[in-house]
């Protein structure tokens, strides 16, 4: 490790802090329905659209009419993506001729793109027209995005209102989210990008001749535009497979800081609104800070891991810690943190190969996202994973003190506690069950492109990712077969639905609860000690799930480097 590797993770970090109060502050006048500088310009097209829809911006609604209303929408789009896979061949905006893509992994994709984890068993460039890229992939980068905020905000609005039957309408959520947030802030990127040299463009592939005389096909197309919204809505599906190590997607250093700001600008600013909404600005640095501790932790880890490097290689003579699968343009510094930011935010982009990290330094992406991906996590999906472990945190001390648990004024309660239960142990659940069968089935072993713990390590990381809905993997797994398209895109669909659901049954049980006054006994929850309450319950329940698995995978594998073996 380096002081200028150190000095420009903590860049990083300070851009990242000086944006949540502002941003923040903006996102809550967006969704509390105040008047912003975009108003002039935007709020007639939002009531253009409420009319289009049949429904106006004052109507609210119950927890489980929002739920619906979320999971028709997340259907009716799934639906759109596989339909227009299946028949790209026959539509327009396909200059290069892409055939349609095969059922399964269409299934896949569909799935993916719907549940914001953005795992792609294919090549983009080789596999998706413009017209699948666009209005397919991308539009599902912004609603699949916008759905998790609005979830969110729901969330937020159940600790903020009392005696309330409503959480809000999903309708105005997600028109808002689309609207004034995630569409203005993409068209800044997009022109950024562009500036910096990405491509966008309708044009077909180019063919060039290299210099040793051979022909090259460049790809190219809408690259912008996609970019864009994949880092600012955690999406993380690249238009190039090797996404964000590919120069026309990352061209130089200052695309690399704004991908990464950008992926985490959102959630960071999340917590800013909860304070904001609940009238107290300092619980929401509270989750901040236990989020914030947690990030350092890992990068310091993954850092440390990917300078040292392996034992074998020095032994060699070869000095500079673990390089392969680097962009060199970027190195070890910025490749760890751009590969903890990614799966501490549910994002999935890479700058660098996961799968090519040292043992520990690609545990530590596994453990962001075995923890629920609440580091950050994906656009509003971190904040309400985080708010899970809240309730059980505040449970927890209950227990400790002898008194019923309170949280910001509201009890809480069996109720709370088991719908939180039930959507933290899903995720385990589709992990794990599925990681035990595809390390055993035949034909779920045959795609494993490493042999021991390594190769477990790829099974694991797989359905990790697709639970956690991050989509990043460990590229040597071959995943595009009937057996791995179908179950991570279950395992997908669990690890999306199955916790938005509990955590709305959350925000509309504490909706109808009256507020309650603090008193002397009242645990406070914008202090250390609740942080440092927070993070050991987070840790405890992800070291309890998953070491097991953590030890014959990652664990084992340092190990073996360390007595001389590789895999």
Same mark, same amino acid.
């Given at each position: 490790?380096?002081?200028?590797?150190?000095?420009?993770?903590?860049?990083?970090?300070?851009?990242?802090?000086?944006?949540? $109060?502002?941003?923040?502050?903006?996102?809550?006048?967006?969704?509390?329905?105040?008047?912003?500088?975009?108003?002039?310009?935007? =709020?007639?097209?939002?009531?253009?659209?409420?009319?289009?829809?049949?429904?106006?911006?004052?109507?609210?609604?119950?927890?489980?009419?929002? #739920?619906?209303?979320?999971?028709?929408?997340?259907? !009716?789009?799934?639906?759109?993506?596989?339909?227009?896979?299946?028949? @790209?061949?026959?539509?327009?905006?396909?200059?290069?001729?892409?055939?349609?893509?095969?059922?399964?992994?269409?299934?896949?994709?569909?799935?993916?793109?719907?549940?914001?984890?953005?795992?792609?068993?294919?090549?983009?460039?080789?596999?998706?027209?413009?017209?699948? &890229?666009?209005?397919?992939?991308?539009? @599902?980068?912004?609603?699949?995005?916008?759905?998790?905020?609005?979830?969110?905000? #729901?969330?937020?609005?159940?600790?903020?209102?009392?005696?309330?039957?409503?959480?809000?309408?999903?309708?105005?959520?997600?028109? *808002?989210?689309?609207?004034?947030?995630?569409?203005?802030?993409?068209?800044?990127?997009?022109?950024?990008?562009?500036?910096?040299?990405?491509? @966008?463009?309708?044009? %077909?592939?180019?063919?060039?001749? =290299?210099?040793?005389?051979?022909? &090259?096909?460049?790809? *190219?197309?809408?690259?912008?535009?996609?970019?864009?919204? $994949?880092?600012?809505?955690?999406?993380?599906?690249?238009?190039?497979?090797?996404?964000?190590?590919?120069?026309?997607?990352?061209?130089?250093?200052?695309?690399?800081?704004?991908?990464?700001? !950008?992926?985490? %600008?959102?959630?960071?600013?999340?917590?800013?609104?909860?304070?904001?909404?609940?009238?107290?600005?300092? &619980?929401?640095?509270?989750?901040?800070?236990?989020?914030?501790?947690?990030?350092?932790?890992?990068?310091?880890? /993954?850092?440390?891991?990917?300078? #040292?490097?392996?034992?074998?290689?020095?032994?060699?003579?070869? &000095?500079?810690?673990?390089?392969?699968?680097?962009?060199? *343009?970027?190195?070890?510094?910025? !490749?760890?943190?751009?590969?903890?930011?990614?799966?501490?935010?549910? /994002?999935? %982009?890479?700058?660098?190969?996961?799968?090519?990290?040292?043992?520990?330094?690609?545990?530590?992406?596994?453990?962001?996202?075995?923890?629920?991906?609440?580091?950050?996590?994906?656009?509003? %999906? +971190?904040?309400?994973?985080?708010?899970?472990?809240?309730?059980?945190?505040?449970?927890?001390? +209950?227990?400790?003190?002898?008194?019923?648990?309170?949280?910001?004024?509201?009890?809480?309660?069996? *109720?709370?506690?088991?719908?939180?239960?039930?959507?933290?142990?899903?995720?385990?659940?589709?992990?794990?069950?599925?990681?035990?069968?595809?390390?055993?089935?035949?034909?779920?072993?045959?795609?494993?492109?490493?042999?021991?713990?390594?190769?477990?390590?790829?099974?694991?990381?797989?359905?990790?990712?697709?639970? =956690?809905?991050?989509?990043?993997?460990?590229?040597?797994?071959?995943?595009?077969?009937?057996?791995?398209?179908?179950?991570?895109?279950?395992?997908?669909?669990?690890?999306?639905?199955?916790?938005?659901?509990?955590?709305?049954?959350?925000?509309?049980?504490?909706?109808?609860?009256?507020?309650?006054? !603090?008193?002397?006994?009242?645990?406070?929850?914008?202090?250390?000690?609740?942080?440092?309450?927070?993070?050991?319950?987070?840790?405890?329940?992800?070291?309890?799930?998953?070491?097991?698995?953590?030890?014959?995978?990652?664990?084992?594998?340092?190990?073996?480097?360390?007595?001389?073996?590789?895999?």
């Amino acid at each position: 490790m380096t002081l200028y590797g150190w000095i420009q993770i903590l860049v990083f970090c300070a851009i990242v802090l000086a944006l949540v $109060k502002p941003l923040g502050g903006y996102m809550t006048r967006v969704f509390n329905g105040e008047r912003t500088f975009l108003s002039p310009v935007l =709020a007639p097209v939002e009531r253009g659209l409420y009319a289009l829809a049949g429904t106006h911006e004052r109507e609210e609604q119950h927890w489980s009419a929002y #739920a619906i209303a979320l999971l028709l929408f997340n259907l !009716s789009g799934l639906l759109l993506l596989y339909g227009l896979q299946r028949f @790209q061949g026959l539509l327009p905006l396909n200059p290069d001729g892409m055939s349609a893509v095969a059922p399964d992994l269409a299934f896949n994709t569909a799935v993916s793109f719907v549940t914001n984890t953005n795992w792609q068993g294919y090549g983009g460039e080789s596999t998706m027209s413009y017209l699948t &890229q666009m209005l397919g992939l991308t539009v @599902q980068n912004f609603v699949s995005g916008a759905t998790g905020i609005a979830v969110a905000v #729901a969330l937020i609005r159940g600790f903020a209102r009392a005696s309330a039957k409503s959480v809000g309408s999903f309708w105005v959520d997600l028109t *808002r989210a689309t609207l004034y947030l995630l569409l203005p802030l993409c068209i800044l990127l997009t022109l950024a990008y562009v500036a910096s040299g990405v491509p @966008q463009t309708l044009d %077909a592939s180019v063919t060039a001749t =290299a210099l040793e005389g051979t022909q &090259q096909t460049i790809a *190219r197309g809408p690259v912008a535009s996609q970019l864009a919204i $994949k880092m600012l809505g955690t999406n993380g599906g690249g238009f190039f497979n090797a996404n964000s190590a590919h120069p026309f997607e990352n061209p130089d250093a200052v695309t690399n800081l704004l991908q990464m700001v !950008s992926i985490f %600008a959102i959630g960071a600013a999340l917590t800013n609104v909860f304070g904001r909404m609940v009238g107290n600005e300092r &619980q929401g640095w509270a989750i901040l800070s236990a989020m914030g501790t947690l990030f350092i932790a890992a990068i310091a880890v /993954c850092y440390w891991a990917e300078a #040292a490097g392996n034992p074998l290689v020095q032994a060699l003579g070869l &000095q500079g810690g673990n390089l392969e699968g680097k962009e060199m *343009r970027f190195g070890i510094p910025l !490749s760890a943190l751009f590969a903890v930011v990614t799966t501490a935010a549910s /994002c999935g %982009a890479v700058n660098a190969m996961h799968g090519s990290f040292t043992a520990l330094g690609g545990m530590i992406p596994l453990i962001n996202m075995e923890l629920g991906e609440v580091i950050i996590g994906g656009v509003g %999906a +971190g904040f309400y994973g985080i708010i899970l472990f809240v309730v059980l945190a505040i449970f927890v001390a +209950g227990l400790m003190v002898g008194r019923t648990p309170e949280y910001l004024g509201k009890k809480v309660e069996a *109720r709370e506690v088991k719908m939180a239960m039930l959507a933290i142990l899903c995720l385990p659940a589709g992990i794990l069950g599925f990681t035990a069968v595809s390390v055993v089935l035949p034909d779920a072993v045959a795609s494993v492109g490493n042999g021991g713990p390594h190769g477990f390590s790829e099974v694991l990381y797989a359905y990790t990712s697709a639970a =956690a809905n991050n989509g990043s993997a460990f590229a040597s797994l071959s995943a595009n077969t009937l057996w791995y398209n179908t179950t991570l895109g279950i395992t997908m669909l669990i690890g999306r639905f199955l916790v938005i659901i509990p955590a709305l049954a959350i925000a509309g049980s504490l909706a109808a609860k009256k507020s309650i006054p !603090s008193s002397a006994g009242t645990f406070p929850t914008d202090g250390p000690l609740f942080v440092g309450l927070l993070v050991g319950v987070i840790l405890i329940v992800g070291g309890l799930t998953f070491f097991p698995a953590l030890a014959v995978g990652p664990i084992v594998e340092h190990l073996a480097m360390l007595a001389g073996q590789s895999f």
